[in-house]
């Protein structure tokens, strides 16, 4: 089927941006992950012969959910065992979604909820990290098996199951669909949290392959980060998340040069940075650091943001940085945390002290097979000038690196060390 460019742009720029609104307008009708998803994809697929002939409808998303959701009453009303797949899902009443006249009077507001309720189901506490974060990519950032598989560098198989086992233990387990209680809340908002955290930095430093960023990661987690501040404004961890995101991502544009090599904070350009997210971000992280004692990932963000705020690496206010460390190590004792600040004890008081600092994490052993523990200390020692130490510690960090970006920045490090 030849598509009209115009039509379908259109349809692409709706599922990068209405996926998840669709989706969990949908499952609300169902109460069925797999039927739900099946619905919406009949939906695009409407849109793009529909689209062609009517034009482009002045509420996409609107329009693709009420498609969406006629489908699944459609549906549902011809399957004699209707009655067995409502409890999937099920929190309180079932009729709700059944209700055709309910479906016309959609809206934003309650799409916003109904997302919402989405959200807390893909990261529900009973399911793994890995299957939440799967979850979350497939449903809410509407990425297909194949792409989130590619993200996580497992095979489409692979991550098909553990997409299946997820939404299985969703149903037998019986998770509600439902924004959590106030009580729990801050729990489970952590857990949001985390997932979409954890999204960022896989695309911000791309653990394997031949990109130093994924920027489909990055962009996803940004859009995530930006749904949970339009869903709930007043909470700070959010605020310092969505902070540290835009203030660690407008660097973006200076972290590689004209050959596509990395280029080290120490040497970006600065005017490449993106400077109106340092300003939305440098106001978020104001606002999240109100909150006393300040989360982590407001303190987080605040590191960002005294990089973001300095004119050169020359005038980075490091005492600051360590100083903010101090206060993150003591709320998350993490041991890559506790790697970064001796990192920032090393600019601050100099590489003996900062390669003092980074030696007893030799013996930590989540950190043994982490590539940027040897890279700091290769650094810090050619600083010194024990060149044989720092080859060692440069080859180290290769074994350990599968980004190929990285590697070239290491293998260039080690035969500068060898002139």
Request: glycine share 6%; net charge negative; charged share 25%.
């Amino acid at each position: 089927m030849t598509v009209d460019p115009r039509v379908g742009a259109a349809v692409v720029d709706a599922h990068r941006r209405e996926w998840a609104f669709v989706l969990a307008a949908t499952v609300r009708v169902t109460r069925d992950l797999d039927l739900a998803e099946e619905c919406v994809q009949d939906a695009y697929a409407k849109a793009l012969a529909t689209w062609a002939t009517d034009g482009v409808p002045r509420n996409t998303g609107a329009w693709l959910t009420t498609t969406a959701r006629r489908r699944a009453l459609d549906l549902l009303r011809r399957q004699a065992t209707a009655a067995r797949a409502l409890p999937l899902l099920v929190e309180t009443s079932t009729d709700e979604g059944l209700d055709q006249g309910h479906e016309e009077r959609l809206g934003g507001a309650e799409i916003g909820d109904e997302r919402l309720r989405l959200v807390f189901t893909c990261c529900h506490p009973t399911l793994s990290r890995d299957a939440q974060v799967a979850l979350t990519l497939r449903l809410l950032c509407g990425l297909s098996t194949a792409e989130v598989a590619r993200a996580f560098l497992v095979s489409e198989s692979t991550m098909a199951a553990r997409i299946t086992r997820a939404k299985k233990k969703i149903t037998q387990a019986r998770i509600p669909y439902r924004v959590p209680a106030r009580e729990e809340l801050p729990d489970r908002v952590a857990s949001v949290c985390e997932v979409v955290h954890l999204l960022f930095t896989t695309g911000h430093a791309a653990p394997a392959g031949a990109e130093l960023i994924r920027r489909d990661l990055v962009e996803r987690a940004l859009d995530l980060a930006r749904m949970l501040r339009t869903l709930l404004p007043a909470n700070t961890d959010i605020a310092g998340l969505l902070a540290l995101i835009l203030l660690t991502d407008a660097r973006r544009g200076a972290r590689l040069d004209e050959h596509g090599q990395l280029v080290l904070l120490a040497d970006q350009n600065r005017a490449r940075w993106d400077h109106d997210a340092i300003t939305e971000g440098m106001a978020l992280v104001r606002e999240a650091l109100r909150r006393r004692p300040p989360g982590r990932f407001a303190l987080m963000a605040a590191i960002a943001a005294v990089h973001d705020e300095a004119e050169s690496w020359d005038t980075t206010d490091w005492r600051e940085i360590v100083g903010l460390y101090d206060l993150l190590v003591a709320l998350w004792p993490s041991p890559v945390v506790a790697l970064n600040r001796a990192v920032a004890v090393g600019f601050a008081d100099g590489p003996a002290a900062g390669l003092d600092a980074l030696d007893p994490l030799t013996i930590e052993p989540q950190l043994a097979g982490y590539g940027y523990l040897a890279a700091a200390r290769a650094e810090f020692l050619a600083r010194l000038g024990r060149t044989h130490d720092a080859r060692t510690a440069y080859e180290e960090a290769l074994l350990l690196t599968e980004n190929t970006i990285e590697r070239d920045y290491l293998t260039h490090r080690l035969d500068q060390l060898q002139m």
